[in-house]
């Protein structure tokens, strides 16, 4: 399977806030989010300036050979700064359960070496069964999953270190 990342030009800003809806859709069936008179979700779309602005966040699209397969935005997390936050995570429906989010795992963890976590959405069970999975597998089920407020919400945490 050819899977692949790629840095996001700061010239695809648009196109990602465009993709962000299509992933705020998909939160919305947890979040019991509605769209705005205009049909869109709203996001505090200058919110992800801070992906091109900022030397310790990093804006990925995922490829499936040459076909967009969706997005990940990572960062340093910002109470701890010396661990890495999938701030962000989106596959494309059509690529689902055909190991692309699995492997575009493994390249950002490849790219960025070192302690991780994941948070996930208390009510996301679909989220969590798929990174409980795809962590356990990379790392030989070594992570730790715990439950923590982040911002304003109950989330999970999954945790885990991987060295290249």
């Known amino acids: 399977m050819d899977v692949s ?10 196109m990602l806030g465009n993709l962000f809806q299509f992933y705020l859709y998909e939160l919305s069936a947890y979040l019991k989010w509605n769209p705005n008179d205009d049909g869109l979700f709203q996001f505090h779309s200058p919110s992800l300036n801070k ?9 990925y699209f995922i490829m499936h050979g040459d076909e967009l397969a969706g997005f ?7 109470e701890t700064q010396s661990v890495h936050d999938i701030e962000q995570f989106f596959v ?5 359960g055909q ?3 699995r492997q575009a795992l493994k390249h950002l963890v490849n790219a960025h070496p070192g302690q991780w976590q994941i948070r996930v959405l208390l009510e996301n069970t679909p989220a969590l069964k798929f990174w409980t999975s ?10 730790t ?18 060295e290249t």
Do not use: S
């Open 134 to 143: 795809a962590v356990g597998r990379m790392t030989g089920e070594r992570y």
């Open 72 to 78: 990940a935005l990572v960062r340093l997390y910002p």
């Open 5 to 14: 990342l790629r840095a996001i030009e700061i010239k695809k800003r648009q």
């Open 99 to 101: 190991g692309v989010g």
């Open 51 to 59: 992906y091109w602005e900022k030397d310790d966040h990093f804006p």
């Open 145 to 162: 999953l715990t439950t923590d407020i982040d911002v304003d919400l109950l989330m999970y945490f999954i945790f885990f270190n991987v």
């Open 92 to 96: 494309f429906r059509k690529f689902k």
